[in-house]
């Protein structure tokens, strides 16, 4: 069994259809109500994603592999922000939509205007088992943020991502499309390379020696 450290449903629909064959089943935190969410004391994507991915491997049976995602998005004119605090930019109670009013907020005080709305999504995954990092890949994708949002798809910044190379933002977009271009689509992609180059089974056998990619 693969849990995802997550209690996003959105979140863990998205690695589910992304990861395909590679588990039988796939589940997140949703189904192990007694296990209470990590603090994300980390500094970087990776940090909070080990942090997440180890804390899952603790509390869960012995042998379950436990992936953790950490992703956000990072816009130039506002060096770097939100990044990893994307899920609470808007402080307590935040939710994707007081976080995007905020973010278009701070762009529009910044005075930024077409390229100068540059950003990108960024995504690490770990994957971990019996509290060892099994191995950790990451995945981008560059981007323009619009002036408003468009679209009802997707979730979080989406109605305002423009993903390089398209003209409608990842909320307008088919799930197929933006599934095969995202950043957690990147990252996981390069999961799927490590699994088949190892030839390791996320529903069986032994933990293996941690790589990184």
Same mark, same amino acid.
């Given at each position: ?12 629909? !998205? ?41 899952? #491997? ?21 060096? *770097?922000?939100?990044?990893? /605090?994307?899920?609470? /930019?808007? *402080? ?30 960024? #995504? ?5 088992? &019996? ?16 002036? !408003? !949002? ?52 996320? &529903?069986?056998? !032994?933990?293996?020696?941690?790589? &990184?990619?």
């Amino acid at each position: 069994m693969l849990v995802i450290a997550t209690h996003n449903a959105h979140k863990t629909d !998205e690695i589910r259809a992304m990861l395909g064959d590679l588990a039988e089943q796939v589940t997140d935190l949703t189904q192990f109500p007694d296990i209470a969410p990590a603090d994300e004391t980390g500094t970087t994507f990776v940090a909070n994603a080990t942090i997440k991915a180890l804390a899952a #491997c603790e509390a869960l049976p012995a042998g379950t592999w436990a992936l953790a995602d950490d992703s956000g998005l990072e816009v130039d004119a506002l060096d *770097g922000a939100p990044g990893i /605090y994307s899920a609470r /930019y808007s *402080g307590e109670g935040a939710t994707d939509a007081t976080n995007r009013e905020k973010l278009l907020r701070e762009l529009e005080a910044a005075q930024a205007r077409g390229k100068e709305r540059s950003a990108r999504f960024r #995504c690490v995954l770990v994957l971990a088992r &019996n509290g060892e990092v099994v191995a950790s890949c990451d995945g981008s994708v560059e981007g323009i943020i619009t002036n !408003e !949002e468009k679209g009802d798809g997707g979730f979080g910044y989406d109605p305002l991502f423009v993903p390089e190379g398209h003209c409608a933002t990842f909320a307008e977009l088919s799930a197929d499309v933006k599934n095969s271009l995202s950043h957690r689509a990147r990252a996981v992609e390069a999961l799927r390379q490590i699994i088949a180059d190892r030839n390791l089974s996320l &529903n069986y056998g !032994e933990a293996p020696h941690s790589v &990184n990619a």
